[in-house]
């Protein structure tokens, strides 16, 4: 009995379709398990070092914002550019952020400060990859090595998964992956996620 694709175009059409949904949207699956946490303050600095993608100072800093607003930071976060040695929309040699967020950790036995009441929030399972296009995540490579060495420490994490096969210069569609279970922010009723309440 013969299994599988019977023309030569059809696996390769397969596989195409396999990466594209792959490389749709950022993956996250939800663990229904509740978990009290409480809201911390930590500070963020950051200055990507690579050779295979080159930012701009606007655009480093609109990506770390979606990055960290993916692995669970409140919504009121505050990250500005920094080393913008040629300005920006130019790609810059050292471009960085630095700022502030909010970010929930569990709490545990201990009671929380009368100023920080807890909040309902789950884990859930993030990976860290750009919208759209495999060849941009690949081209993130260094980026995404950086994130998980600088940012991810910041954040209360479990089933942290990395591998990477980052070759300065050189593209490997799926050669980096980085995911890792986050505490997110159950949602209010008639607020977004992250949002503080009042």
Do not use: M
């Given at each position: 009995m013969k299994i599988g694709p019977s023309h030569p175009?059809?696996?390769?059409?397969?596989?195409?379709?396999?990466?594209?949904?792959?490389?749709?949207a950022p993956a996250v699956c939800?663990?229904?398990?509740?978990?009290?946490?409480?809201?911390?303050?930590?500070?963020?600095?950051f200055t990507y070092m690579g050779f295979t993608a080159k930012y701009s100072c606007d655009g480093l800093r609109d990506r770390m914002k979606e990055v960290l607003l993916q692995l669970g930071a409140r919504s009121d976060l505050k990250v500005y550019?920094?080393?913008?040695?040629?300005?920006?929309?130019?790609?810059?040699?050292f471009p960085g952020v630095?700022?502030?967020?909010?970010?929930?950790?569990?709490?545990?036995?201990?009671?929380?400060?009368p100023d920080a009441p807890p909040v309902a929030?789950?884990?859930?399972?993030?990976?860290?990859?750009?919208?759209?296009?495999?060849?941009?995540?690949?081209?993130?490579?260094?980026?995404?090595?950086?994130?998980?060495e600088s940012i991810l420490p910041l954040f209360s994490t479990r089933n942290v998964v990395y591998s990477s096969t980052c070759v300065p210069n050189q593209l490997q569609v799926g050669g980096t992956k980085l995911s890792a279970d986050v505490l997110i922010a159950d949602p209010q009723p008639g607020k977004p996620p992250g949002v503080k309440p009042r």
């Open positions: 175009c059809a696996s390769r059409a397969a596989v195409l379709a396999l990466l594209s949904l792959a490389y749709a939800a663990d229904e398990s509740g978990v009290q946490a409480i809201w911390k303050e930590k500070k963020v600095t550019a920094r080393g913008c040695s040629n300005g920006f929309g130019r790609p810059t040699p630095s700022g502030t967020i909010n970010v929930l950790e569990p709490l545990g036995d201990s009671a929380p400060a929030a789950h884990w859930s399972n993030v990976e860290i990859r750009p919208k759209g296009d495999p060849l941009k995540a690949a081209g993130e490579c260094e980026l995404t090595e950086q994130i998980k």
